[in-house]
């Protein structure tokens, strides 16, 4: 069953085995608020088990386009679709969230997001391969990110 998340009363549903609990919800409840603010839409998420889709397309995508495999379980998903751009979402155990922006229509503005709950090592599967900018926020503390550009087709 989804589990609607409240950026107003952030909770650990989900990611209670995540060393990063609590700055791993917080950064969940980050992305709610701005699909909230921006698109006036409920970010839901579910348990990965149960969206092995979501988490094969984006596997698949950051092994073909930069040799990277998530070596940390996947906790929970989100699968959005707004107009013309697909969105999806990994919530890992180890603190790493990952969105993949993919619009349909614009493959230019295709891209895969990484943010790093705080507290949280870089992973060595992405050590040496990114630079990490800092971002601030009220739910999830800092919040270090990085992308790179989708260049195939998925």
Do not use: C
């Not at 409840?29 to 990965?48: D, I, Q």
């Not at 969230?97 to 705080?118: C, H, M, Q, T």
């Amino acid at each position: 069953m989804p589990n609607k998340v409240d950026f107003k009363n952030v909770t650990l549903t989900g990611l209670e085995s995540s060393p990063f609990a609590e700055t791993l919800a917080g950064l969940r409840a980050h992305e709610a608020r701005y699909f909230m603010n921006k698109y006036k839409l409920e970010f839901e998420t579910e348990t990965a088990s149960k969206n092995q889709v979501t988490l094969d397309w984006v596997n698949r995508i950051l092994r073909d386009e930069r040799d990277i495999e998530i070596e940390a379980k996947p906790l929970e998903t989100a699968s959005l679709r707004i107009e013309n751009i697909k969105w999806d979402f990994v919530f890992y155990e180890s603190g790493l969230a990952i969105n993949v922006l993919y619009p349909l229509d614009n493959p230019k503005k295709r891209a895969v997001g990484f943010k790093l709950s705080e507290g949280m090592e870089i992973p060595k599967e992405l050590e040496n391969k990114f630079k990490f900018a800092r971002q601030k926020s009220k739910l999830a503390g800092t919040i270090r990110g990085s992308f790179f550009v989708i260049k195939g087709e998925y």
